[in-house]
């Protein structure tokens, strides 16, 4: 992966990097047929996001003959841990236990994933505060840490 790797990737751009993940190295033609199916896209409209993506770094292209074979720069487990670092500095550090509480409650999950989580739980229990600082500014979220007063979280 370069340094001057671009990961703010649109809805449908994700959807491109799936289907190369899955198969680890594909064809426009490969990558083309699963997402007419799943999206009903033209030809072209896949292209145009291979296009953006081989420009934002995220794709790496080889000529194979008369066709180009694409596979990521990026690991779909890399790409998930950034978005999720991303989305979770735009939260409060006080709502992120709520948040992720909202996801589990919605997610479905198999029993090995529920020990994988109950273990994490346990050993991030080790190192638990008591209460955990807010990091907005003021008047960016409804603690009232900032104005002197205690958080309403």
Known sequence: MSAE?????TDSEWEVMRVVWAHGQASSKEII???????????ATTKTF?????NKGMLNTQADGRR?????????????RHALDEFFGHVCNREVGKTIGSVLSKATL???DISLLQTILDEKKET?????????VPGQCHCNVHSGGSCSC
Do not use: I
Not at 33 to 43: A, N, S, T
Not at 50 to 54: A, D, I, S, Y
Not at 128 to 136: G, K, L, Q
């Open 5 to 9: 790797t671009d990961f703010n990737v």
């Open 33 to 43: 047929d699963v997402l007419g199916q799943k999206m009903d896209w033209k030809p």
């Open 50 to 54: 291979l296009g953006r993506l081989v």
């Open 68 to 80: 180009y074979l694409y596979s990521a720069n990026v690991g779909e487990s890399e790409f998930v």
């Open 110 to 112: 198999s029993h090995k």
């Open 128 to 136: 638990a505060v008591e209460e955990v600082p807010c990091n907005c």
